[in-house]
């Protein structure tokens, strides 16, 4: 079957610290993957993407890694702000069929 | 665009009253899905439409709830009768295709007491 698998937080970062949030998969054929983030109070908003291996998805400063031999879409930041916190969401588009998400990691940023 | 539109915000109602929640799609988005977000059980798929039919509507929790979308720019979701534990926040979001990152609404606060 299909599954998305983040870590479990919170993340609790210092301002300017590297940031790295794991996610892998499991999926039948090659789906889409996704990065979304929610900020308190808001819905989902996507964040990144990437349709195939070895596509790298990035915005705002966020990079994720289409790695289709570890399975994995691992978020990363080089250097998160107070504004980067909020719930992240990895998530995975199988054939035909709505978009699966992960649990959702938390991360807490702090100056 | 205004985005994906849900109404209401918030809803508070008493355990066993029927709860409308409403849902407007981004004009030309051809696919909506029902989403419900909780501490424990993170986010859920309900239901999703594409062209407005209904296509799987397995992860509905029982036959307490019931969607529907009218036409191409509506959608509603019931539930009949509300129970505490349908308390969570419900978001609705569209696309174009499943395949595609969806756009997501602000959501409904729902809390059953």
């Known amino acids: 079957g299909n599954s998305v698998t983040q870590m479990e937080g919170p993340v609790t970062l210092s301002e300017e610290a590297f940031l790295t949030i794991n996610c892998t998969y499991t999926?039948?054929?090659?789906?889409?993957l996704f990065w979304y983030v929610q900020y308190p109070g808001e819905g989902l908003q996507l964040l990144l993407k990437a349709t195939k291996a070895d596509d790298k998805g990035s915005n705002k400063g966020f990079e994720a890694t289409y790695r289709k031999e570890t399975t994995s879409f691992h978020l990363e930041k080089g250097s998160v702000q107070v504004s980067d916190s909020a719930v992240y969401f990895c998530?995975?588009?199988?054939?035909?069929?709505?978009?699966?998400f992960g649990k959702g990691t938390t991360l807490s940023v702090s100056s | 665009d205004a985005g994906v539109i849900q109404s209401p915000r918030h809803e508070v109602t008493e355990m066993g009253q029927e709860v409308t929640l409403r849902c407007k799609p981004i004009?030309?988005?051809?696919?909506l899905f029902w989403y419900r977000q909780t501490m424990m059980r993170g986010l859920e798929l309900l239901i999703y439409?594409?062209?407005?039919?209904?296509?799987?509507d397995s992860g509905m929790p029982e036959d307490r709830f019931s969607a529907k979308m009218p036409n191409a720019s509506f959608s509603t979701l019931k539930i009949q009768p509300s129970e505490p534990r349908d308390s969570a926040v419900y978001f609705c979001a569209s696309s174009i295709g499943t395949g595609e990152g969806y756009t997501f609404g602000s959501g409904t606060r729902l809390t059953v007491v």
């Open positions: 004009s030309g988005h051809n696919s």
């Open positions: 999926a039948t054929g090659y789906p889409s």
């Open positions: 439409f594409n062209n407005n039919v209904p296509i799987d």
């Open positions: 998530a995975l588009s199988p054939r035909r069929t709505a978009l699966i």
